[in-house]
């Protein structure tokens, strides 16, 4: 089999889907982690729904599916921000709303294009990396770039919007401007990682890597790091047993992101435990705030 | 020296329904005002709407003399909430929400500067979380999470200190110690307005205390009278980070 999995990361086509699951998995946890933070991880799924209208769309009207997801998703995305910005309970049912109407939206609009079956519905639903062409991978570093010069270039502001909203506004952040620019690089991230995972396991790839790599780091910077490294180790395993075995690539992502987990899981709870038989119960707080004042 | 650093003038402030009816507060340089008020009487909404958090139904807010809409320099002010704010889904070290404290002065965000990193160091040890500084601030106990909003406030060399509760599930001697640093703060040309329920080791540092009440302000003055110590028994603590919210895709309510 080894030999088999090197002649068949030897077809450029593979290579191709190598490097585009790469750059999803090093982006998506980079974007996925200030969801996380806000405690809203599945706004990423809902951001995928949408994105499907975009797909109908873009097949529907014969333009660049890719380009009219971004801009539907994104629409979708500052929708979002504005409900959550009223934070009203209420706005919980905006957003299914918003989210099932995406899919059903998609759905539809796709069965309306001539000549687009099933077939191709699932190719976004579920990823569809083995027929990326070089201009699809050229597509996808740029968007990636784009992304990554956010969640990494302006990671101090967006952690303090992330962190504590209003604190933020009154150090003078325009905190607007911020919610609204991470909205459209969710729906960016979602687009590009249609190509690799597809719409349905898109937020797995924006989340999973993040929750394993905060078993394990102390702070937001630690995380950030480990989750991109996570989520490339995941893309690239990911690939290579898919090829192995010839089973669905995005799936196959998912997968090793959830066995990555699982593993750091199991190795942090070793660690901790032996850690703890080592040193005995920590001392818990400063030693003088210990007495009780009278 | 008294020029008017926050003004309140006729301050309406209402949610589902009127919280502030009328409130008149102006604050000069170099005082330290507390507040004082029951629960619910509108403390945080007032000191909010004075930040631009909470919009104002009717009146106007200026700060340094400039009306709030048009006020830029935010610099000059820190701003320690009753809580931490929602973003706890990801760990954040006490070192980095303390840093974010420098974000009003730096411009676009790059590496920390040696003199963001000396601020930093300095809040840090005015609260006594130098050797916490790499924990996670979920990791610390209520109190020393208030010390971190504390430093973070502090971290940005502000003008105009605006704490709700600072002291709420802080213990005797870190009282002291903020009583301490609210000191140097103000001699150093600082202005304070502060929310509390007990004034405990910051009543010698307080030089007025205004009460809300009924929507107004129904006292402005000296303090009152001594409030009830800290650690009396029975005392209801507020504790600023209790319980966490229900997990939901909101992150919030
Ligand atoms: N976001 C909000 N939406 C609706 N009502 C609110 C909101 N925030 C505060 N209130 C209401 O406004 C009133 C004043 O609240 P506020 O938080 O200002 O009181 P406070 O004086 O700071 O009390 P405490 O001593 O408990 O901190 C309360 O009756 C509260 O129920
Ligand atoms: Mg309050």
Redesign the pocket.
């Known amino acids: 089999m080894n030999v088999n999995l090197i002649e068949i990361m030897s077809l450029p086509f593979m290579q191709r889907a190598l490097l585009g699951a790469l750059i999803t998995g090093l982006i998506a946890p980079s974007l996925g982690i200030y969801l996380v933070q806000r405690r809203m991880s599945l706004i990423g799924d809902g951001i995928g729904h949408i994105a499907l209208t975009g797909v109908g769309v873009g097949l529907l009207t014969g333009t660049s599916p890719v380009l009219t997801a971004i801009i539907v998703s994104a629409l979708g995305a500052v929708a979002v921000e504005l409900i959550r910005e009223r934070g009203r309970t209420s706005g919980d049912i905006a957003l299914a709303i918003l989210f099932y109407g995406g899919i059903a939206g998609g759905v539809f609009l796709v069965g309306l294009a001539p000549g687009k079956g099933s077939a191709n519905l699932t190719s976004y639903l579920f990823g569809s990396l083995l027929t990326t062409s070089a201009m699809d991978l050229i597509t996808i570093a740029i968007l990636g770039a784009c992304v990554l010069a956010v969640t990494v270039g302006l990671r101090p502001w967006l952690f303090a919007i992330c962190q504590d909203e209003e604190y933020a506004k009154v150090s003078g952040l325009p905190v607007r401007t911020l919610n609204l620019l991470l909205a459209v690089m969710t729906a960016v991230t979602v687009t590009v990682a249609m190509r690799s995972v597809g719409l349905l396991l898109v937020s797995a790839l924006m989340v999973v890597p993040v929750a394993a790599a905060q078993l394990v780091s102390r702070g937001f910077g630690g995380t950030m790091t480990l989750a991109m490294l996570g989520g490339v180790i995941s893309a690239g395993v990911g690939i290579l047993t898919s090829a192995g075995y010839d089973t669905a690539p995005g799936a196959t992502i998912v997968l090793a992101a959830i066995a990555l987990f699982v593993l750091v899981a199991a190795v942090g709870a070793v660690l901790r435990r032996r850690r703890r038989a080592d040193t005995g119960p920590a001392a818990v707080c400063d030693p003088p705030e210990c007495v009780l004042d009278s | 020296m008294n020029s008017p650093v926050l003004e309140i003038k006729h301050g309406a402030v209402a949610?589902?329904r009127p919280?502030l009816r009328d409130v008149n507060l102006t604050v000069r340089s170099g005082e330290v005002v507390a507040v004082l008020?029951a629960?619910?009487?509108?403390?945080?909404?007032m000191i909010r709407a004075g930040l631009g958090l909470v919009p104002l139904a009717e009146g106007q807010v200026e700060l340094f003399g400039v009306p709030l809409r048009r006020f830029r320099d935010w610099r000059r002010i820190g701003y320690v909430p009753?809580r931490l704010g929602a973003g706890g889904g990801v760990p954040a070290t006490v070192g980095e929400v303390v840093s974010s404290g420098r974000l009003a002065r730096r411009g676009f965000p790059g590496l920390l500067r040696a003199g963001d990193r000396q601020a930093v160091a300095k809040a840090l040890a005015a609260v006594d979380l130098t050797d916490r500084v790499h924990d996670p601030v979920a990791a610390l106990s209520g109190g020393q999470q208030q010390r971190t909003l504390i430093a973070r406030a502090l971290a940005g060399e502000p003008d105009l200190l605006v704490l709700d509760?600072p002291t709420a599930g802080v213990d005797a001697k870190s009282q002291e110690a903020f009583a301490q640093a609210l000191r140097d703060f103000v001699r150093h040309g600082g202005t304070v307005l502060l929310?509390a329920h007990e004034l405990g080791p910051l009543q010698p540092v307080i030089t007025r205390a205004v009460v809300?009440h009924d929507g107004v302000i129904a006292h402005d003055g000296a303090v009152p009278h001594p409030a009830g110590h800290h650690a009396e028994p029975g005392h209801d603590h507020?504790h600023p980070h209790a319980p966490q919210d229900p997990p939901s895709i909101w992150g919030r309510q």
């Open positions: 949610y589902d919280v008020g629960n619910g009487s509108g403390k945080s909404t009753q509760e929310v809300v507020v």
